[in-house]
Structure formats: structure tokens, C-alpha cells
């Protein structure tokens, strides 16, 4: 079953506008990860938060992470056209020598330019 | 950096034909690597990831299997494929993990769309 469930589904907002995307998850985890998916590519990653991290900042990108509610937030400030995307949480949980990804459905994002 | 590559990019198949995709990484070794698939308008689904050359672990039961050759090379097969094996195939690469501590990101290839007829 999926880990992470995001929040909204789809989202559409003009540009210059913030987003603001939710993760909620299930378990106890090690780290959450927020990637973007251009359509029909491959994900990349852009931020990571640990499990003992509150918030976090990347450029235009802000991550928060509450652990007693078990969910994150992903907000992207001023955005932009190329912003529009499909973007998923991860949730890292480490058992021995190994570690798994769980992956959300993702929320897609449209920024009207 | 790490680079991964993947082919093709996409792949039309009969129902019944045999599959092999492949996945190469550059610019790191001894890596965790991983097959993920996507079904339209869903998350990713691992299917099966690997710690070294010949050790493949399954996360769900299905009609694909996975193999490590050499230690920057993986590759995903069937020998007859379903029409429930269409989707978006991503190799996924990050570094070998051996502590509770370690938090690293995934790598991922640019996928192949398969298509199955």
C-alpha cells in the first residue's frame, strides 16, 4: 500500500503565485523526499527533510515536516510556468542494511503562465 | 554525478513476447539499485531493488524478474509479457546504504514506456 498520500490531487494556480502541496504518510520513517516529474521523464530529486528536521529551504522550495502528525508540506513561492509538473513525496524507512522508498500518487501542478 | 541510462524509451510488445530492459549507471559504484513501475496516474510501485551483482530482492509477486550482471548494469525481463505489464518502467540508482543514518536521494533514468498489445 502507498506510504505517502498527497494533497491535493491536481492543482492549478497562475503564475507568480505560491503552491502548496501536502504528504501525509502512515509509518515511522527516516527521511521524506518531495521529487518532480516532467511528463513522460524520469523524477528528479529537489529536496530532503530528516526525520528530526522541522523545516527546511531550497531556493524557491520550502519544506516543512511535522512527525506527531505524520505529514509534510512543499511550498514553491513565486512560481513559474516551468514549475508545472507532476510532484511526489517519498517516505525513507531503513531496516538493517537496507532501504526502501515508498512513493505517493502525486499531485499534479499547472502554473497558467 | 551519477548518470543512469535507460532503453529503450519506449517499447511496443505483443502479449506473450519476451522483455528485457536495461539499465546502466556511470559515475558511481557499488550502488542500491532499484526498478520502479508506473501505472498511468499512479505512484510508483517498487518491484525490485538490488544491494550487489546477483542479489535481487522482489517486492511484489508478478510476471517480471530482475537481474545484476555486473555491478553498474540491471536489467528487467519477462518471458511472456501480460497486458497488466503495460506502463512506465524508471531504474533508480542510490548509494549503498549501510546505516540507519544514511539519507541520500534516488537517481532515476528517463524510463521506458512499454506498451503491451
Known amino acids: 500500500s502507498q506510504q505517502g498520500e498527497e494533497d491535493p490531487q491536481a492543482l492549478s494556480i497562475q503564475e507568480g503565485e505560491n503552491a502548496t502541496m501536502n504528504c501525509s504518510y502512515k509509518t515511522s520513517i527516516n527521511n521524506l523526499q518531495w521529487y518532480r516529474q516532467n511528463s513522460g521523464r524520469g523524477l528528479v530529486h529537489l529536496i530532503l527533510i530528516r526525520s528530526n528536521e522541522r523545516e527546511k529551504h531550497s531556493g524557491r522550495l520550502r519544506v516543512t515536516l511535522d512527525t506527531s502528525k505524520k505529514s509534510s508540506s512543499l511550498l514553491i513561492t513565486a512560481s513559474r510556468a516551468a514549475d508545472t509538473a507532476s510532484y511526489f513525496c517519498?517516505?525513507?524507512?531503513?531496516?538493517?542494511?537496507?532501504?526502501?522508498?515508498?512513493f505517493g500518487k502525486g499531485i499534479t501542478l499547472s502554473v497558467r503562465p | 554525478s551519477q548518470t543512469i541510462h535507460q532503453w529503450p524509451a519506449t517499447l511496443v510488445q505483443p502479449v506473450g513476447s519476451p522483455l528485457s530492459l536495461e539499465c546502466t549507471v556511470e559515475?558511481?559504484?557499488?550502488?542500491?539499485l532499484y526498478w520502479y513501475r508506473q501505472a498511468a496516474g499512479r505512484g510508483l510501485q517498487l518491484l525490485f531493488y538490488s544491494v550487489g551483482i546477483g542479489q535481487i530482492s522482489s517486492e511484489v509477486p508478478q510476471n517480471l524478474s530482475a537481474s545484476r550482471p555486473q555491478d553498474r548494469q540491471f536489467i528487467l525481463s519477462s518471458k511472456k509479457l501480460l497486458l497488466s505489464d503495460s506502463g512506465f518502467y524508471l531504474c533508480?540508482?542510490?548509494?549503498?546504504?549501510?546505516?540507519?543514518?544514511?539519507?541520500?536521494?534516488?537517481?532515476f533514468g528517463n524510463g521506458t514506456r512499454l506498451t503491451v498489445t
Open positions: 517519498a517516505t525513507a524507512f531503513y531496516t538493517g542494511a537496507n532501504s526502501k522508498l515508498t
Open positions: 533508480a540508482c542510490g548509494p549503498r546504504q549501510g546505516s540507519a543514518k544514511d539519507n541520500s536521494p534516488l537517481h
Open positions: 559515475g558511481t559504484s557499488n550502488p542500491n
